[in-house]
């Protein structure tokens, strides 16, 4: 079973971090890539898919070792765009792969505040939407690429997969966010 950190630097966001840990880990175990995947995945994912002889039992689509995740405002992330990919605009999620001689899997930073816009716009529960959050970094990190169309479909239809497998499993964490006070 792989480390966890959570990092909330939201003011308002609270998360259930014992079903947050227990959907992670419930990933690790059962949500496989499939052999439609591999060409839509990255050199280093398709390397990895197939070191695990796909569909491999009791193999992490993600590398081993550590894996932290931050749930930020669109501040915070949007200042990580900027100092790491030369974006200052706000963005959903950025991923940062780890190194998995040195034991880290990853970094999975989340904007808060765009998944609640994205959520309140479009009708869709804010806890769904952070956790399709979480789940695009994690999927990154398995190979999974969305810098063409065909890629970013084939990330799409995995999100889709991944949230199934969790509302099954009965495992959707709860996300929430605490009303900004009115001021009197």
């Not at 065909?150 to 966010?177: G, S, W």
Request: charged share 25%; proline share 7%; glycine share 4%.
């Amino acid at each position: 079973m792989r480390e966890l950190t959570f990092t909330n630097r939201h003011p308002r966001f609270r998360l259930d971090r014992r079903t947050f840990a227990k959907a992670l880990a419930y990933l690790d175990a059962h949500f496989r890539v499939t052999s439609a995947d591999l060409p839509t995945l990255s050199p280093a994912g398709r390397r990895r898919a197939r070191a695990l002889r796909l569909p491999a039992p009791n193999a992490s689509a993600v590398p081993a070792g550590d894996l932290s995740v931050s749930f930020l405002t669109d501040s915070a992330l949007a200042k990580l765009h900027a100092a790491y990919l030369d974006d200052p605009t706000t963005t959903d999620v950025i991923t940062f792969e780890g190194d998995e001689s040195l034991g880290h899997a990853g970094d999975i930073c989340v904007s808060v505040d765009t998944a609640l816009a994205y959520s309140e716009k479009n009708q869709v529960p804010f806890a769904e939407e952070i956790l399709r959050y979480v789940i695009h970094g994690w999927l990154h990190l398995a190979g999974y690429d969305d810098l063409h169309p065909k890629k970013k479909r084939r990330l799409r239809a995995a999100e889709d997969r991944a949230l199934k497998l969790l509302r099954t499993a009965n495992l959707l964490p709860a996300f929430t966010v605490k009303p900004t006070r009115s001021p009197r």
